[in-house]
């Protein structure tokens, strides 16, 4: 069972709220939103394992069974060209769940016309297989998302 957590604090929504029509329709996978609370935060990873991707809007970490999970931030935020992220790990490298991964200012996204609800999606799973998935309630970086169980 893959456990993930919360890669930022802000306020948990179900998927199909993301104002993006591919994640809404759970079309990249089974997951929860978040609207990030306001400030300066630092994105952190939602699962031990190695950083396969990392963009400055985006990152996935697939850890040792090949499960992965997609952290977006906010929607639309690849137009930013990394304006208002810092890198804060590496491509290809290993994270802990709770590592730094990106900063970022959700107010500064909103300022430039995105939203900064940010999807955390478990890749290539069946949404039937998600255990917890607590939404409508205030989250910290580091709490319990969901657990799923993708093999």
């Known amino acids: 069972m893959l456990r993930v957590l919360a890669p930022m604090a802000g306020h948990s929504l179900a998927v199909d709220e993301v104002p993006d029509p591919v994640f809404a329709a759970g079309l990249v996978g089974p997951g929860v939103a978040i609207r990030p609370a306001p400030g300066r935060q630092t994105a952190v990873s939602p699962i031990a394992g190695r950083l396969v991707k990392l963009h400055p809007h985006a990152f996935v970490v697939v850890d040792a069974t090949g499960q992965g999970v997609l952290v977006h931030l906010g929607i639309d935020t690849v137009q930013m060209q990394g304006d208002g992220f810092e890198l804060r790990a590496e491509e290809g490298g290993r994270v802990e769940a709770g590592d730094p991964v990106v900063s970022w200012d959700p107010e ?36 319990l998302l969901l657990e799923v169980e993708c093999g």
Request: proline share 8%.
């Open 108 to 143: 500064y996204v909103e300022t430039a016309g995105r939203s900064p609800v940010s999807a955390v999606v478990a890749l290539d799973c069946d949404p039937a297989v998600v255990r917890r998935r607590p939404v409508g309630v205030d989250v910290e970086a580091g709490d």
